[in-house]
């Protein structure tokens, strides 16, 4: 369940009730693909304090598997992280993945070893029973963009019927079931599969799909026509989104949860996120720069060390460099989202929302709050990589 505790416009900020505690909303959910962020331990998520963090079915089913990581006490057990976890349910890895899906389910070739697997939506509910996710989320058929009418209607209707036979499989126990939203960039499609899947009931929805490189409006309209359709005593998290600006503009529209792997991929490159944009850390001119990453940063990172230092961990190929910028690229993005959250119970989410966008619109971007059409590229989904791996 939702409640929400302070609105401004649809933004919303509130609680997320699970079994084990609550998540206070909005949030930014790290991903930990196979159980870990990248270059990242329980103990740094102690230092960071997620209120989530999301775990990969497909890849934990692989390796070490399902009835591993149950016998060793589920997620918080075998991760030694005791805080939520929600698992994806394979649906990205449809798209990004060498796939076959036929009306009953879908077969995967493995990353691992080339063998193929097959998940069906019961199944995929099992295997995240055995996970002990806090959250668990239905096999879906997320398609890439552009697609015709025709494939994100095939898509559209499997994954609501999926979505059915995920409901009538899991057997509750504590662990929430959440319902996916699909539909590309069409509107109409958007709205009538959102009330579809809101009739059949479900602890959350997703809205997956979306930050595919569809342009920015595109994905405005979307998410638009989406929000109003689904339960407001319900959480709502946009799928695979962690970009600022998506981020602030989805919460400014009703949007409460979001993941992404942007700020651990990027860290591992050498780009920054900053109050003034993306950072590229091993650029030249920071070869003397005592300034932390971000000056308004409240980071141990940027708390202790300089660009300086980190521009020379890169340059020496020092795998404290990426480990060091992916903390900090973490850190902040859960501190926007915490003043996201202040600015709507301060009733002043439209200016906060103005000053993130002046920043980090992307070329094309409707302005906040209108929705003008542009054919620019929009927003990049947070993909996990070929093979739904980071």
């Keep these: 369940m939702f409640r929400a505790q ?86 990205f890895q449809v798209m990004s993945l060498p796939s076959r899906v036929d009306d009953d389910g879908v077969d995967f070739r493995s990353s691992y070893d080339g063998s193929w697997r097959r998940l069906t939506p019961e199944s995929a509910v099992a295997v995240q029973q055995l996970l002990g996710a806090d959250i668990q989320m239905v096999l879906d058929v997320c398609t890439e963009l552009p ?91 946009l799928m695979g989104v ?11 529209l009703g949007v409460d949860m979001f993941d992404c792997v942007l700020p651990t991929r990027l860290g591992r490159h050498g780009t920054a996120l900053t109050s003034e944009g993306k950072l590229a850390v091993k650029a030249a001119r920071y070869a003397l720069d005592d300034s932390p990453v971000d000056r308004s940063c409240p980071c141990p990172v940027c708390a202790r060390h300089s660009r300086a230092y980190l521009r020379h961990l890169y340059n020496v190929g020092e795998p404290t460099a990426g480990r060091l910028v992916s903390l900090h690229n973490v850190a902040w993005l859960l501190r926007l989202c915490d003043e996201a959250r202040q600015a709507v119970v301060g009733h ?31 927003p990049v989904r947070c993909a996990e990589g070929p093979a739904g791996n980071d």
Excluded: K
């Design 6 to 91: 302070a609105t401004d416009g649809a933004a919303r900020a509130g609680l997320v009730g699970t079994a084990r505690g609550e998540v206070v909303t909005p949030c930014f959910m790290p991903v930990g693909t196979r159980g870990a962020l990248r270059l990242m331990s329980a103990a740094d998520l102690d230092l960071l304090r997620p209120q989530v963090v999301l775990a990969n079915t497909y890849h934990l089913m692989l390796r070490p598997g399902a009835e591993v990581v149950a016998a060793l006490g589920g997620l918080p057990g075998f991760t030694g992280w005791p805080g939520h976890f929600l698992t994806d349910s394979g649906g």
């Design 147 to 237: 697609a015709g009418r025709e494939v994100l209607e095939q898509a559209g209707e499997r994954t609501l019927a999926w979505a059915a036979r995920a409901r009538d499989a899991h057997p509750g126990g504590g662990q929430q079931l959440f319902g996916i939203v699909q539909g590309g960039t069409e509107v109409d499609l958007r709205a009538a599969y959102a009330r579809s899947l809101s009739a059949l009931g479900f602890d959350g929805y997703g809205i997956g799909g979306l930050a595919v490189g569809e342009p920015p409006a595109a994905f405005v309209s979307a998410l638009a026509a989406t929000l109003p359709e689904l339960p407001a005593d319900r959480p709502r998290y």
């Design 242 to 252: 962690g970009d600022p600006w998506s981020v602030v503009v989805a919460i400014g």
């Design 348 to 378: 002043r989410f439209a200016a906060f929302a103005e000053q993130v966008a002046a920043v980090w619109a992307p070329a094309g971007a409707p302005a906040w709050p209108a929705e003008p059409e542009g054919p620019a590229r929009g």
